[in-house]
């Protein structure tokens, strides 16, 4: 997992404080309180988010269940609200999975509506996987790669580019648009011995816009051997 100096700039400052009002017009709604369902499903004690932000809505939740939630975040904005929603100053820290370095290890790691910010998302899920106990969940979500909203998006990328090409300004933020092969993640987790369940997007929510609904969700089991 890698972090170009120039994404790391734009997490830091111009996303962080778009996340502190893009939370309050997402809410919580049908796709949010089923993850939030997912992760506690199994009673864990102890979780760990990738990608916390300021800790609303998913670890708000948990942490209304009596879950101790831990978590990192790359936006130190992000990170301060999220200790103080959480109630959490030492488990929580600023940077990414790659950088824990602890012996813990969780009832549940998840990483939900972050993926599509991080690229070769498998490291990722490699590190969750080795910070889960056996018996543990991981749970976490991706953008379809075959689905009309990645094409809609490439669309997007051709029209930057075309545009810089003919000096043409435009305010395109296209950081964090990964998307990524469920068959390619479904070959990984069979190799890592992990059992796994999947739902779409618009299974969960029944919003039948295909453009906007690319969503693939995993609920995976670390099996003792």
């Not at 790669?145 to 029209?159: D, F, G, N, P």
């Not at 580019?161 to 990984?188: C, E, N, Q, V």
């Not at 796994?196 to 609904?213: A, M, P």
Request: charged letters at 25%.
């Amino acid at each position: 997992m890698t972090i170009s100096s120039k994404e790391l700039e734009y997490y830091q400052t111009e996303y962080s404080k778009f996340w502190v009002n893009q939370t309050k017009v997402y809410g919580f709604g049908k796709y949010e309180r089923f993850l939030t369902k997912l992760i506690a499903h199994s009673n864990p004690t102890r979780v760990f988010e990738v990608g916390i932000g300021t800790g609303w809505p998913i670890g708000a939740a948990l942490h209304r269940k009596n879950i101790h939630v831990n978590g990192c975040d790359v936006a130190v904005s992000s990170v301060k609200l999220a200790r103080e929603t959480l109630k959490n100053q030492e488990g929580i820290y600023t940077g990414t999975i790659m950088d824990y370095t602890e012996e813990e290890m969780y009832d549940v790691t998840y990483c939900v509506r972050v993926s599509w910010y991080i690229n070769n998302f498998q490291d990722t899920l490699t590190k969750m996987i080795h910070m889960t106990k056996p018996n543990g969940y991981i749970v976490f979500d991706i953008m379809d790669k075959y689905s009309l909203c990645c094409t809609k998006h490439q669309m997007e990328r051709m029209k930057e580019t075309y545009y810089r090409l003919l000096g043409i300004k435009d305010d395109f933020r296209h950081y964090g648009t990964h998307f990524y092969s469920i068959p390619a993640i479904d070959i990984f987790l069979r190799k890592q011995k992990i059992v796994y369940k999947r739902w779409s997007e618009r299974t969960i929510t029944g919003n039948k816009d295909i453009f906007t609904t690319p969503k693939i969700v995993y609920l995976c089991r670390k099996v003792d051997s």
